[in-house]
């Protein structure tokens, strides 16, 4: 059964940076593109970024430039790199398997105060 392990998150003041991890169990990862999503209080869900399995990436506009995306075949881990965060970064960060789209973590909270 995939599984998806989400950590990293905290309280950071505006301007800092976080890196979030996600890891996947299961032997399918090297194959499959990977996405973080996050959840701000009181929207919807959003994609934020993409990569594929060759390491394409892909990134929302409102993170371009200030998040990175990447990836770990050897660990079976996906990281967000966030930096210069702001307040509206505010969210609950998930992982997700764009081919499985019905498999979520618990999600990790990234908090950032002005």
């Known amino acids: 059964q995939v599984q998806l392990v989400e950590s990293g998150g905290g309280l950071v003041q505006a301007g800092e940076s976080l890196r979030l991890s996600c890891v996947a169990s299961?032997?399918?990862?090297?194959?499959?593109?990977m996405a973080w999503y996050r959840q701000a209080p009181g929207k919807q869900r959003e994609v934020v970024a993409t990569?594929?399995?060759?390491?394409?990436?892909g990134y929302a506009d409102s993170v371009k430039g200030r998040y990175t995306i990447s990836r770990e075949n050897a660990k079976n881990t996906v990281y967000l790199q966030m930096n210069s965060l702001k307040p509206e970064d505010t969210a609950v960060y998930y992982c997700?398997?764009?081919?499985?789209?019905?498999?979520w973590g618990k999600g990790t909270l990234v908090t950032v105060s002005s």
């Open positions: 997700n398997i764009p081919s499985r789209p019905n498999i």
């Open positions: 299961g032997s399918f990862f090297s194959d499959n593109a």
């Open positions: 990569i594929g399995s060759g390491g394409r990436t």
